[in-house]
């Protein structure tokens, strides 16, 4: 299979093992499914697991199920379903069947009794602490529940009374009946099904019991004729339980489970509870919050589908741990935005510039390219007023080297004049408040006698038409340190700056969620909710620097 760069990538061991079921003829086509829980939004994790289940479908002609594993109804919402259907379209992949754990609540019912009936299952009233205390350790086996020898005819009894409503929650649970001396923990008989007299997102309160996800996964799989059930690393241990429903409720299909690692990424939370907490402590503005690692804080903050795609390429598919460098993800949607993204000039941190020498009262519109070497331009106004960028003023050059502007020092405008520093005006403190300059007018951008190059070039934006601009700055959620502890003492507090600057007039013209580059500046969205034209807001990106790229050369 080739990469983006059109080199030939070693196929993964997922990949391996469906092309030997193919070749062997034990599947003639590939079904997966992807099965997240709503009760929260989905973050760059699933991203991952999102691209390896509907890309497995899409390369190999099959198709892929969106499956919500709703059987907790205390924590879901349908508000997480819709944000997960938009963050699936969103990265261009749709489902073959929309699906819910719920729709299959009769069918698991009936294999839980089919257990009881074959003494699989019972009826235990210990408690979940006491279930806990009595499982035992690594090296030691676990106490089988003195309710372990209940007759089925009264298991049977007490589980129709559990779905009947006559228990309180906790009051009573039923378990798998397997081998509490296990080495495996997870089949020192668990519990598969508990009450819950929560209102469900979807069936009401028709239901007070539900099924244990490692109870109701195999038999959703089973039921659909997936062909492939991929899950991640911290699975893996459960595997033995999810073959044994499998088999021990005689499914027709007999679906494997195969686990890949997850994606853990440095100075970022990838746990939805946590992410929970962040937005219910007011640490962030919300789910989408452009500092969130969740698909829609990504999109709010401006990545692109095609970036997230690529980036979830680069990763791979591995069955080992490990955490991956935020940096590859930066990387890869600022190398998509550079191909795609309109060139505009923005100042953040804005310095008053006067050319006294430009005619009062003249404005004149110059041509900008929106790509470099692209067939369109934009026009941008230009004047004796001007902003240019803080940073790119100092009274007095520190070295031969500093190629911005200073005084006795001349730079070039970018598309307009060589501009040359004459003196400066300042404040009661001291302060540089303006810079007041002349301008060649025979060193104009294209023209053809503009042949005198300097070697430093900035941006600017006129001041009589500049927009005036919210500019939102981000940085990692979390600080760069590993300390341990509760996440929230690693939060960073600079994680967020919101700056007053301008943007040239063009920006007037973008759409809610569009992307620009702001030439030596960084790459930048129009805010998908706060931005209008009455009111601009530009969410960065990512900065045009990329320390990264050095390591995949």
């Given at each position: 299979m080739e990469t983006k760069e059109g080199a030939v990538r070693s196929r993964n061991f997922i990949e391996e093992i469906i092309d030997a079921d193919l070749a062997a003829g034990r599947h003639d086509h590939v079904l997966t499914r992807f099965p997240p829980e709503p009760n929260g939004y989905l973050h760059i994790g699933h991203a991952k697991a999102i691209c390896l289940n509907f890309g497995l479908a899409q390369q190999y002609g099959g198709a892929c199920n969106l499956r919500y594993d709703d059987t907790n109804p205390a924590k879901e919402d349908e508000e997480y379903v819709r944000s997960i259907e938009e963050?699936?379209?969103?990265?261009?992949?749709?489902?073959?069947?929309?699906?819910?754990?719920?729709?299959?609540?009769?069918?698991?019912?009936?294999?839980?009794?089919?257990?009881?009936?074959?003494?699989?299952?019972?009826?235990?009233?210990?408690?979940?602490?006491?279930?806990?205390?009595?499982?035992?350790?690594?090296?030691?086996?676990?106490?089988?529940?003195?309710?372990?020898?209940?007759?089925?005819?009264?298991?049977?009894?007490?589980?129709?009374?559990?779905?009947?409503?006559?228990?309180?929650?906790?009051?009573?649970?039923?378990?798998?009946?397997?081998?509490m001396a296990s080495p495996n923990v997870n089949m020192r008989d668990p519990v598969i099904y508990r009450i819950s007299?929560?209102?469900?997102?979807?069936?009401?309160?028709?239901?007070?019991?539900?099924?244990?996800?490692?109870?109701?996964?195999?038999?959703?799989?089973?039921?659909?004729?997936?062909?492939?059930?991929?899950?991640?690393?911290?699975?893996?241990?459960?595997?033995?339980?999810?073959?044994?429903?499998?088999?021990?409720?005689?499914?027709?299909?007999?679906?494997?489970?195969?686990?890949?690692?997850?994606?853990?990424?440095?100075?970022?939370?990838?746990?939805?509870?946590?992410?929970?907490?962040?937005?219910?402590?007011?640490?962030?503005?919300?789910?989408?919050?452009?500092?969130?690692?969740?698909?829609?804080?990504?999109?709010?903050?401006?990545?692109?589908?095609?970036?997230?795609?690529?980036?979830?390429?680069?990763?791979g598919v591995a069955k080992a741990n490990?955490?991956?460098?935020?940096?590859?993800?930066?990387?890869?949607?600022?190398?998509?935005?550079?191909?795609?993204?309109?060139?505009?000039?923005?100042?953040?941190?804005?310095?008053?510039?006067?050319?006294?020498?430009?005619?009062?009262?003249?404005?004149?519109?110059?041509?900008?390219?929106?790509?470099?070497?692209?067939e369109t331009t934009h026009e941008v106004p230009f004047s004796r007023e001007l902003y240019i960028e803080q940073d790119d003023f100092m009274e007095e050059a520190p070295s031969k080297k500093y190629f911005r502007l200073a005084v006795g020092k001349e730079v070039r405008l970018k598309n307009a004049y060589i501009i040359k520093c004459e003196r400066v005006e300042k404040d009661e403190a001291g302060h540089v408040v303006k810079v007041i300059c002349t301008y060649d007018p025979l060193s104009k951008s294209g023209d053809v006698n503009a042949g005198r190059k300097v070697k430093g070039t900035l941006h600017w934006v006129e001041c009589q038409t500049a927009v005036p601009a919210e500019i939102r700055l981000y940085d990692y959620l979390l600080r760069e340190d590993d300390a341990e502890g509760d996440f929230m003492e690693r939060l960073n507090p600079n994680s967020l700056e919101v700056l007053q600057g301008f943007v040239e007039p063009e920006v007037l013209k973008a759409r809610p969620g569009q992307q620009f580059q702001f030439l030596r500046q960084g790459y930048f969205c129009a805010d998908a909710k706060d931005f209008s034209p009455e009111h601009v807001v530009m969410n960065q990106i990512v900065g045009l620097k990329d320390s990264f790229s050095k390591t995949l050369k």
């Open positions: 963050d699936i379209h969103w990265l261009g992949f749709a489902w073959k069947n929309k699906l819910y754990a719920s729709d299959y609540f009769e069918y698991m019912y009936e294999c839980a009794v089919r257990l009881i009936k074959k003494g699989l299952a019972f009826v235990c009233d210990l408690s979940a602490e006491q279930i806990r205390e009595t499982r035992g350790t690594l090296t030691e086996p676990g106490k089988e529940s003195p309710f372990r020898s209940r007759s089925v005819e009264e298991n049977l009894q007490l589980f129709e009374e559990m779905r009947a409503g006559r228990f309180a929650d906790g009051e009573k649970v039923l378990r798998a009946k397997i081998d007299h929560a209102e469900h997102h979807r069936t009401g309160s028709k239901w007070v019991i539900y099924p244990m996800y490692d109870f109701a996964h195999p038999l959703e799989d089973a039921y659909e004729g997936i062909t492939h059930s991929i899950c991640t690393l911290e699975f893996e241990a459960h595997r033995p339980l999810y073959d044994w429903v499998i088999e021990n409720c005689e499914c027709e299909n007999v679906p494997h489970q195969y686990e890949f690692a997850r994606l853990n990424l440095t100075r970022t939370i990838m746990s939805k509870r946590y992410l929970k907490r962040l937005v219910d402590e007011g640490v962030v503005s919300g789910w989408d919050d452009p500092r969130m690692p969740t698909i829609s804080g990504l999109r709010r903050r401006g990545y692109t589908p095609a970036s997230i795609r690529d980036f979830c390429e680069r990763i490990s955490e991956v460098d935020a940096r590859l993800l930066e990387h890869c949607v600022r190398e998509d935005l550079n191909a795609h993204a309109p060139r505009l000039m923005g100042v953040l941190r804005p310095l008053k510039l006067v050319i006294e020498n430009y005619p009062e009262g003249r404005r004149e519109m110059l041509a900008a390219e929106d790509l470099p070497g692209g």
